[in-house]
């Protein structure tokens, strides 16, 4: 149990074109989700926390207008990178939560994200 | 900021040998360690956890140890395996609920298994 999938896996696209990466939670019910990217042999960054049904809370220096994030269910959170530059291109991974506090975060499988 | 670090960034072992990895930790009000192992081009995949009022915490073949006065925390793998070569990430969650749930992630350590 406890399986998140994300999609699409990897993409291409053009500078200036937005892409829309979907987390989904696939087994349970995630009150929390949250949306990290890692850049090659970097560590996980946290982009921003989103519960479902409020707006998302982003980390210092996240701008929340170019990395706009739904959480419209309790199983899916999007996240739309706008007006992609060749710099968003990097690692994209998002995690689910049962519930705040300490609980476990399952990890999606990434999505890598290419921008030309 | 206060952030979770790392001693070593590569670990080569021989396949069969036991491998010790470190983090050292500077929020000395986190109170709950997760360690992940991160194989190239995938998501982090849990290994183990261990809460700050634990000092030892054993799994399949792995073994957290938490020790909480020099604010340092290691994964042992026992019997290692070529399977077992990834990147291996400590992370740190303050705990107590609210804003306090993110986890922040260590630097990685890039275990290699050599047969």
């Known amino acids: 149990g406890a399986v998140v999938s994300q999609h699409p896996s990897w993409v291409i696209c053009k500078s200036g074109t937005s892409v829309k990466i979907e987390c989904r939670s696939l087994?349970?019910?995630?009150?929390?989700m949250f949306w990290y990217r890692q850049f090659p042999k970097q560590s996980l960054m946290l982009m921003a926390t989103?519960?479902?049904?409020?707006?998302?809370?982003?980390e210092q220096g996240v701008e929340k207008d170019k990395f706009l994030i739904n959480h419209a269910s309790l199983t899916l959170s999007t996240l739309t990178v706008t007006s992609a530059h060749p710099e968003d291109s990097s690692f994209y991974i998002c995690s689910a939560s049962k519930g705040g506090g300490t609980d476990t975060q399952y990890f999606g499988p990434g999505t890598r994200l290419t921008v030309l | 900021g206060e952030n979770v670090g790392l001693h070593l960034p590569t670990l080569s072992v021989q396949e069969g040998d036991n491998s010790i990895i470190n983090c050292a930790y500077s929020n000395s009000a986190s109170d709950y360690f997760i360690w992940y192992k991160q194989e190239s081009g995938k998501g982090p995949q849990f290994i183990i956890d261990?809460?700050?009022?634990?000092d030892k915490r054993q799994g399949q073949r792995v073994t957290v140890l938490l020790n909480k006065t020099v604010k340092h925390l290691s994964l042992q793998i026992a019997a290692t395996q070529p399977g077992d070569s990834a990147v291996y990430f400590c992370a740190e969650n303050l705990g107590s609920g609210g804003s306090n749930y993110k986890l922040t992630f260590g630097k990685g350590t890039l275990l290699t298994v050599n047969p």
């Open positions: 989103s519960n479902e049904g409020s707006k998302a809370t982003y």
């Open positions: 087994d349970f019910q995630a009150t929390t």
């Open positions: 261990i809460r700050s009022n634990m």
